[in-house]
Each structure stands twice: as structure tokens, then as C-alpha cells.
């Protein structure tokens, strides 16, 4: 199975499906690296396992006035040629209209730090945490959805809940939220592949 993996940042979950394919436990090959942003790490971590990639910013669209279906239309021209079985979005910062979704259809995949129908958005780490410090919540969790244009909203492949302790700072959820992103993210790629 060929995977495009789309970041903007570290690139930890990146490199949790570059090791499971480094460590054959997934029968998958990671054939593009891309980002929106240049100082993303994640294009670093491509680099190091010799994984292609391609820096494609919003900013020279917005720049013209062009609209952001143009970028998403260039976009998804520049990655078919790849002719990716699957796309993973994996903290990518850039919601993706259908004009990009209806090129790949049932072949783009999110990784999103909150329960299913909980705290869309890019804050849900923050927004998990506030809300159980106001005992609205009694933990966090993850998952990896199929896109649809609305927001992290769509069919659920993997979830996991994310505990929160009494004395945890956001960093201590965090961390545990990444470990747990890492396994949940590597588990959804296979469960798509044994489809
Ligand atoms: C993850 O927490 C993901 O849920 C969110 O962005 C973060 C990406 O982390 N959308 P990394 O770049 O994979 O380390």
C-alpha cells in the first residue's frame, strides 16, 4: 500500500509509521512526505529515512488572492502522479476541501487528538484538558476518521481513550496523548490495508 503522509509540525506520528514500516509491521511504503510549513520537523524525520518530499505553503495562493480551492486543486494534482493508495493526514494544519477530497475518495485519513464528536478543531488537547479541569470530561482520547469536509467529523477506524490524572499538567497529557496517537495512528493504517 502506498502512503502519502501530509504534516505541518514534529512529525512524531511521521515517524511512528516510518518506524512500523522500517520494522515490517506494516506491509505499507510511505512514498511522499508533504508540508505546508518549511520549518515542520517532520520533514526532517522524511529526509533521515530517505522518504521524498514536498513543501507546498498556502501562503503564495493567499498572497495573489487566489482562492484556497486552487491551492487545493494544485495540490491534489501534484499528488496523484504518486498514485497514493492512502492519504494521512497526521497534524496537518489545513482543512482540506472537497475540491482535494473528491480526487482521493475514501483515501483520506485523520489523526485528531479528541474523542469522536469532542472538541474539533486544532485545540483539542487544550480544550480536553480545560474542560476536565472543569469536570466537564473524565478523560481524553484520539482517533483516526475518514475526512469529510466537516471537520473531524468523519466514519471513526480507530479510537482510544487518553486518561487524565488529578495532578497532570498539559504537558503530562501531552506526552501520554502522543503515545497513544502513535499507536492508534500505526493501528488505523492496518486496519485499513486488511480491509
Ligand atoms: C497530533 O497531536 C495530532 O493529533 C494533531 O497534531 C499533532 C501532530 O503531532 N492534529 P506530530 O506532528 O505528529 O508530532
Same mark, same amino acid.
Request: hydrophobic residues 40%; charged residues 20%.
Given at each position: ?5 501530509? *504534516?505541518?509540525?514534529?512529525?512524531? !506520528?511521521?515517524? /511512528? ?9 506494516? %506491509?505499507?511504503?510511505? /512514498?511522499?512526505?508533504?508540508? !505546508?510549513?518549511? +520549518? ?7 529526509? $533521515? %529515512? ?8 498556502? $501562503? ?12 487545493? %486543486? ?9 498514485? #497514493? ?12 476541501? #472537497? ?8 483515501? @483520506? *485519513? !485523520?489523526?485528531? #487528538? /479528541?474523542? &469522536?464528536?469532542?472538541? &474539533?478543531?486544532?485545540?483539542? *488537547?487544550?480544550? +480536553? ?14 482517533? @483516526?476518521?475518514?475526512?469529510? &469536509?466537516?471537520?473531524? /467529523? ?8 487518553? &486518561? ?22 500505526? %493501528?488505523?493504517?492496518?486496519?485499513? *490495508?486488511?480491509?
Amino acid at each position: 500500500m502506498r502512503l502519502i503522509v501530509m *504534516i505541518s509540525g514534529s512529525g512524531s !506520528n511521521l515517524q /511512528a509509521i516510518l518506524d512500523a514500516v522500517q520494522a515490517g509491521e506494516l %506491509a505499507a511504503e510511505v /512514498a511522499l512526505v508533504v508540508s !505546508n510549513r518549511a +520549518s515542520a520537523y517532520g520533514l526532517e524525520r522524511a529526509h $533521515k %529515512a530517505g522518504v521524498p518530499t514536498l513543501y507546498f505553503p498556502l $501562503k503564495p495562493y493567499k498572497d495573489r488572492g487566489a482562492d484556497r480551492t486552487e491551492y487545493d %486543486a494544485d495540490l491534489a494534482a501534484k499528488l496523484s502522479p504518486y498514485q #497514493p493508495d492512502l492519504i494521512v493526514l497526521a497534524g496537518w494544519m489545513h482543512v482540506l476541501s #472537497p475540491v482535494f477530497l473528491d480526487q482521493f475518495p475514501r483515501q @483520506v *485519513i !485523520n489523526l485528531h #487528538p /479528541a474523542l &469522536p464528536g469532542m472538541f &474539533p478543531g486544532t485545540e483539542g *488537547i487544550h480544550e +480536553s484538558y480545560e474542560a476536565y479541569q472543569r469536570g466537564e470530561v473524565e478523560h481524553g482520547g484520539c482517533m @483516526v476518521h475518514y475526512v469529510i &469536509p466537516e471537520i473531524d /467529523a468523519g466514519e471513526v477506524i480507530q479510537q482510544a481513550v487518553v &486518561p487524565i490524572h488529578p495532578g497532570d499538567t498539559v504537558d503530562d497529557f501531552e506526552t501520554r496523548m502522543h503515545q497513544t496517537e502513535h499507536k492508534i495512528i500505526v %493501528a488505523a493504517i492496518r486496519t485499513v *490495508i486488511d480491509k
